[in-house]
């Protein structure tokens, strides 16, 4: 009866704290989402693949200020590149990125931040985040997309002075 | 150990008993083989990727053979080792399992060739068009990649193959229940109906995707697909089958291994409430693999964390109960002090060694799969690297490992022969260990680097240079596992040609501290069980769902390999 008791108080003992961490580690995910705002993708809407070159924003893919330090850049993923393959911004600068792809399902992860969405015909992925520290930063496809998939890369480029911004 | 010594009687015993149940040993024995074949085949291309990180191209030796080169040796590394190896081994494993510990055989055996049947055909339509290069889609399949339709259906049908297996363990729960009417189910029964319940209800999902988006549309029946509703249904599928693999293992490590570490299971009710919850929170959590996919809200993905979370509760109730069972054997051999019992257990027996090293990386991995559930945190290492590096240690190591562990007593078993050698079988156990501890740990660290997962590394233009001195380390880690490999297969080749003859006994299943009369009844009633996971899955899916099916656009396929 005795050894029943204290295995009865091992068992308590471990699912007591089994509870407690994982609902600590969900409320520090829900601060740090809603509150700190590290967002992940969510229901930026549809549009039509064959459509593209006729739907705002996707005809004209390229980099827009919006405001001083606060751009938009529109991507098109397609077999086997990025539209714009290459990005330049200034440091400071806060970008959202909107994308999606013309053919098979992408990725887009940009090295070094929290840039990190599939790209989905038919979908638009959405984010936004600021980029501080000057660089060169690779951006990768990284969903198997086809035989050329590993040639998929692109580039962020963060320059230090406050400059005009350029893309191609 | 393998030589346990056993009176006559018992053998005579024993010889009777393994006559009752010749056709249920032959399919085990059967899907073990194809099982271990798909791994064998599987397993020498994931050698080859890592070679190919550091510039070692192997591909184009064998073009005449393989024409699709790093992605077609992908696609029949994941397909093989997570969808043939897996599966073929589970269900000869919950066959045995089941018969064994109702102690009576398969309710028809009828049924049972057919389940074998159907998931031999299956596997040789899927097989035909992944060897000729036309479904080079890897084995998650998504659309608008497009594939022989031949895959699709043969895919299907290893699935529906699976389902006939619970109807059979149905039956002879019902054949059980009525000669056994006041006995508690014996526990890895219970836990090896629960396991074929949760999939059959999971693979709702996948059976949806082919049947009505892939296959019509592969045949060109349907114009387009929609490529996110397939891939919600995918996951729908996608998380719960990494409880498929898992869950066998659980039934060793809770039946077999305390037995083997000479002592008993700390509780059984404990077991029975882990399982349960397995049922429960498997399925109804499966956008945790769509955090970053667009067209899901936010808030369907957050509650999906939620439940993850939840399904790590009894992921420790297993850690807490299997490492008690290991210290009631380590002390019951004489084991002593907090941790010193460790030393007592039975090192030198290979099942056992195989199924523990199995179990410390699974606790990383675990830890790793915990970082991957937490929502944005999962931006950091999704599709890189770190993802490959987390399921080598689940499905990689903890399920196969120990499934290799399992053999090492029960292919003796099954097929009346001494293991060749158990020395062997141990070095084999560490060797596995020690490689994937390196190629995890470095394919992790690359993961942070942002290193993409599924790409032909050694073939980018420019190959990132803070990834190239771990490169190298990857290719060592793979190349200790491939010795381990051949060590495995020699080993098995052996036993099963030149074993000596003999009557090995079957690993008694193990006995409980804590039985199952100490827990409610109603642990044994799958009733209210099945109710709150059917709610559960309707409540976390069908917003999603309807939404997804009122929106679906028809994206035409494409071959882009
Ligand atoms: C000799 C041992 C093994 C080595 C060296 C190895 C190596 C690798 C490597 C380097 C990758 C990454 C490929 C890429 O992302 O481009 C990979 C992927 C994968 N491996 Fe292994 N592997 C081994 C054994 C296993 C085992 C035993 C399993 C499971 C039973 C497994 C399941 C997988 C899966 C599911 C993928 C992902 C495929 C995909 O992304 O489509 N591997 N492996
Ligand atoms: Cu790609
Ligand atoms: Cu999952």
């Given at each position: 009866?005795?050894?029943?008791?204290?295995?009865?108080l091992?068992?308590?003992?471990w699912?007591?704290p089994?509870?407690?961490?994982p609902?600590?580690?969900?409320?520090?995910?829900?601060?740090?989402?809603?509150?700190?705002?590290?967002?992940?993708p969510?229901?930026?809407?549809?549009?039509?693949?064959?459509?593209?070159?006729?739907?705002?924003?996707?005809?004209q893919?390229?980099?827009?200020?919006?405001?001083?330090?606060?751009?938009?850049?529109?991507?098109?993923?397609?077999?086997?590149?990025?539209?714009?393959?290459e990005?330049?911004?200034?440091?400071?600068?806060?970008?959202?990125?909107?994308?999606?792809?013309?053919?098979?399902?992408?990725?887009?992860?940009?090295?070094?931040?929290?840039?990190?969405?599939m790209?989905?015909?038919?979908?638009?992925?959405r984010?936004?985040?600021?980029?501080?520290?000057?660089?060169?930063?690779?951006?990768?496809?990284?969903?198997?997309?086809?035989?050329?998939?590993?040639?998929?890369?692109?580039?962020?480029?963060?320059?230090?002075?406050?400059?005009?911004?350029?893309?191609? | 150990?393998?030589?346990?010594?056993?009176?006559?009687?018992?053998?005579?015993?024993?010889?009777?008993?393994?006559?009752?149940?010749?056709t249920?040993?032959?399919?085990?024995?059967?899907?073990?083989?194809?099982?271990?074949?798909?791994?064998?085949?599987?397993?020498?291309?994931?050698?080859?990727?890592?070679?190919?990180?550091?510039?070692?191209?192997?591909?184009?030796?064998?073009?005449?053979?393989?024409?699709?080169?790093?992605?077609?040796?992908?696609?029949?590394?994941?397909?093989?080792?997570?969808?043939?190896?897996?599966?073929?081994?589970?269900?000869?494993?919950?066959?045995?399992?089941?018969?064994?510990?109702?102690?009576?055989p398969?309710?028809?055996?009828?049924?049972?060739?057919?389940?074998?049947?159907?998931?031999?055909?299956?596997?040789?339509?899927?097989?035909?068009?992944l060897?000729?290069?036309?479904?080079?889609?890897?084995?998650?399949?998504?659309?608008?990649?497009?594939?022989?339709?031949?895959?699709?259906?043969?895919?299907?049908?290893?699935?529906?193959?699976?389902?006939?297996?619970?109807?059979?363990?149905?039956?002879?729960?019902?054949?059980?229940?009525?000669?056994?009417?006041?006995?508690?189910?014996?526990?890895?029964?219970f836990?090896?109906?629960?396991?074929?319940?949760?999939?059959?209800?999971?693979?709702?999902?996948?059976a949806?995707?082919?049947?009505?988006?892939?296959?019509p549309?592969?045949?060109?029946?349907?114009?387009?697909?929609?490529?996110?509703?397939?891939?919600?249904l995918?996951?729908?599928?996608?998380?719960?089958?990494?409880?498929?693999?898992?869950?066998?293992?659980?039934?060793?490590?809770?039946n077999?291994?305390?037995?083997?570490?000479?002592?008993?299971?700390?509780?059984?009710?404990?077991?029975?409430?882990?399982?349960?919850?397995?049922?429960?929170?498997?399925?109804?959590?499966?956008?945790?693999?769509?955090?970053?996919?667009?067209?899901?809200s936010?808030?369907?993905?957050?509650?999906?964390?939620?439940?993850?979370?939840?399904?790590?509760?009894?992921?420790?109730?297993?850690f807490?109960?299997?490492?008690a069972?290991?210290?009631?054997?380590?002390?019951a051999?004489?084991?002593?002090?907090?941790?010193?019992?460790?030393?007592s257990?039975?090192?030198?027996?290979?099942?056992?060694?195989?199924?523990?090293?199995?179990?410390?990386?699974?606790?990383?991995g675990?830890?790793?799969?915990?970082?991957?559930?937490?929502?944005?945190?999962?931006?950091?290492?999704?599709?890189?690297?770190?993802?490959?590096?987390?399921?080598?240690?689940?499905?990689?190591?903890?399920?196969?490992?120990?499934?290799?562990?399992?053999t090492?007593?029960?292919?003796?078993?099954l097929?009346?022969?001494?293991?060749?050698?158990?020395?062997?079988?141990?070095?084999?156990?560490?060797?596995?260990?020690?490689?994937?501890?390196?190629?995890?740990?470095?394919?992790?660290?690359?993961?942070?680097?942002?290193?993409?997962?599924?790409?032909?590394?050694?073939a980018?233009?420019?190959?990132?240079p803070?990834?190239e001195?771990?490169?190298?380390?990857?290719?060592?880690g793979?190349?200790?596992?491939?010795?381990?490999?051949?060590?495995?297969?020699?080993n098995?080749?052996?036993?099963?040609?030149?074993?000596?003859?003999?009557?090995?006994?079957?690993?008694?299943?193990a006995?409980?501290?804590?039985?199952?009369?100490?827990?409610?009844?109603v642990?044994?009633?799958f009733?209210?069980?099945?109710?709150?996971?059917?709610?559960?899955?309707?409540?976390?899916?069908?917003?999603?769902?309807?939404?997804?099916?009122?929106e679906?656009?028809?994206?035409?396929?494409?071959?882009?390999?």
């Open positions: 009866m005795n050894r029943k008791y204290l295995g009865y091992f068992e308590i003992a699912i007591l089994s509870v407690a961490v609902i600590a580690f969900m409320v520090a995910i829900v601060i740090t989402a809603f509150a700190v705002g590290i967002a992940v969510g229901d930026a809407g549809r549009v039509d693949p064959k459509a593209l070159s006729t739907t705002a924003p996707f005809d893919p390229g980099l827009r200020e919006l405001a001083p330090g606060r751009y938009e850049a529109v991507v098109i993923a397609q077999l086997f590149n990025f539209s714009p393959g990005i330049e911004i200034p440091a400071g600068s806060k970008v959202t990125f909107i994308v999606t792809s013309r053919d098979v399902i992408h990725g887009y992860k940009i090295e070094k931040s929290p840039i990190n969405m790209v989905i015909p038919g979908q638009i992925s984010m936004t985040t600021t980029f501080d520290t000057p660089g060169e930063y690779y951006i990768y496809c990284h969903e198997y997309c086809g035989a050329g998939h590993h040639l998929m890369v692109g580039k962020l480029i963060v320059t230090p002075a406050k400059t005009a911004s350029t893309n191609r | 150990m393998a030589t346990a010594r056993v009176s006559s009687v018992s053998i005579t015993a024993e010889r009777a008993e393994v006559g009752v149940f010749a249920e040993y032959r399919l085990t024995g059967l899907n073990m083989l194809i099982a271990f074949i798909a791994l064998a085949i599987g397993g020498l291309f994931g050698v080859m990727q890592a070679l190919q990180y550091n510039g070692i191209d192997l591909y184009k030796p064998i073009s005449p053979i393989l024409r699709g080169g790093y992605y077609q040796g992908l696609a029949l590394h994941g397909v093989l080792n997570v969808l043939v190896f897996t599966t073929f081994f589970i269900i000869g494993w919950l066959t045995f399992v089941t018969s064994r510990s109702l102690g009576i398969l309710a028809s055996r009828a049924l049972g060739w057919t389940t074998f049947g159907v998931m031999t055909s299956g596997l040789l339509i899927a097989a035909l068009p060897l000729l290069n036309n479904a080079t889609v890897l084995f998650t399949f998504y659309p608008p990649l497009k594939a022989d339709p031949l895959f699709y259906i043969g895919l299907t049908l290893v699935v529906v193959g699976t389902w006939l297996l619970l109807i059979n363990q149905v039956m002879m729960l019902r054949q059980w229940r009525a000669a056994n009417p006041t006995a508690r189910i014996p526990l890895p029964a836990m090896a109906i629960v396991t074929m319940t949760m999939w059959v209800i999971c693979t709702f999902g996948v949806t995707e082919m049947l009505f988006l892939l296959i549309w592969s045949l060109g029946l349907a114009p387009g697909t929609d490529p996110v509703l397939a891939r919600t995918f996951w729908f599928t996608g998380h719960p089958i990494v409880y498929f693999w898992l869950l066998p293992a659980y039934i060793s490590w809770y077999f291994v305390p037995q083997q570490a000479g002592g008993r299971l700390f509780s059984d009710p404990m077991a029975r409430v882990a399982f349960i919850l397995f049922l429960i929170l498997s399925t109804p959590i499966g956008m945790h693999h769509q955090y970053t996919d667009p067209g899901i936010e808030i369907w993905k957050l509650i999906h964390a939620i439940f993850t979370f939840g399904v790590f509760f009894p992921s420790l109730l297993t807490f109960n299997v490492v069972s290991l210290e009631n054997g380590g002390r051999r004489g084991g002593k002090g907090w941790l010193v019992w460790v030393f257990l039975p090192w030198r027996e290979p099942s056992f060694t195989t199924q523990v090293l199995a179990m410390i990386l699974f606790a990383f675990g830890a790793g799969g915990l970082i991957n559930a937490s929502y944005n945190i999962n931006l950091v290492v999704h599709n890189t690297s770190w993802i490959s590096g987390h399921f080598h240690l689940t499905v990689g190591t903890a399920v196969t490992l120990s499934f290799m562990g399992i090492y007593w029960l292919v003796p078993h097929t009346g022969r001494r293991l060749w050698s158990p020395t062997m079988a141990l070095v084999q156990a560490w060797t596995w260990f020690i490689g994937m501890g390196i190629f995890a740990h470095w394919m992790h660290m690359l993961g942070l680097l942002s290193m993409p997962r599924r790409t032909a590394i050694g980018m233009r420019e190959i990132h803070e990834w001195p771990l490169l190298p380390m990857v290719a060592v793979a190349i200790i596992m491939f010795i381990s490999a051949i060590l495995y297969y020699l098995m080749v052996l036993t099963i040609t030149a074993g000596k003859k003999d009557t090995v006994p079957m690993v008694p299943f006995r409980a501290v804590s039985g199952p009369e100490d827990g409610p009844r642990l044994d009633n009733k209210p069980w099945l109710a709150i996971a059917f709610t559960l899955i309707v409540i976390n899916y069908t917003p999603t769902l309807i939404r997804l099916v009122s679906m656009q028809f994206i035409p396929g494409i071959r882009s390999w």
